[in-house]
C-alpha cells in the first residue's frame, strides 16, 4: 500500500525546486501532485492528478453506499414478499446493480465539486501556499520527510491522506 505524504510549500520557485529534487531521488512525475489557488501560479508543476476533483472518492463512496442500498432492497423483498422465491443471486444481482448506480451517481457529483480530502488543507491553498502530494512506497515516507526538513525547512507538513475518503 503506498503513502501519500501531503506538505505545502510557500512559492512557486520552491515548488519548483522541491519537484526538481523529487525528480533528482527517483520519484516519477505521475506520483507528484501539485494543487495551488491560481493555474498560473502552478506554471510546469506536476498536475493535481486524482486531486483535481472528488471523482475518485466519490465513487469509492458510491460503490458502497449503493451496494449497501441495494443489498437491502434485495433482503426488504424477502421479507415483503415471503412467497417469492428470492435466492443468493437474485441477492447479488440487486447488490451489483446498486453499487454500479452508486458509482455512476456519485461519479459525476464528484466531477464537479473539490477534492473531499483536502478540505483540511483549503486555508494553505488559499494563503497562496502550494500544496504537495507525493505517493510513496511504504517505509519510503520517513526518509523523504527528514530531507525535505533539512533542504527546506520552511515547508510544513500536513501529514497523509487516508486510503478511505470521508463518507460527508
Known sequence: ???KLVFS???????MNVVA???ADGVDESRISVIGKDAQQLGDMPDPGEFE???????K???LMGGATGL?????????????AIGGAALALATAGGATFGVLASSLVGSSVPHSQLREFEEAIERGELLMVVELEEGERGALHAKLQDKFPNVTFHGEIDAIPPVV
Open 1 to 3: 500500500m503506498a503513502d
Open 9 to 15: 510549500v510557500g512559492s512557486a520557485e520552491q515548488g
Open 21 to 23: 529534487m523529487l525528480k
Open 53 to 59: 476533483n472528488d471523482v475518485v472518492p466519490a465513487s
Open 61 to 63: 463512496r458510491g460503490a
Open 72 to 84: 437491502l432492497a434485495g433482503l426488504g423483498a424477502i421479507v415483503i414478499a415471503p412467497g417469492l
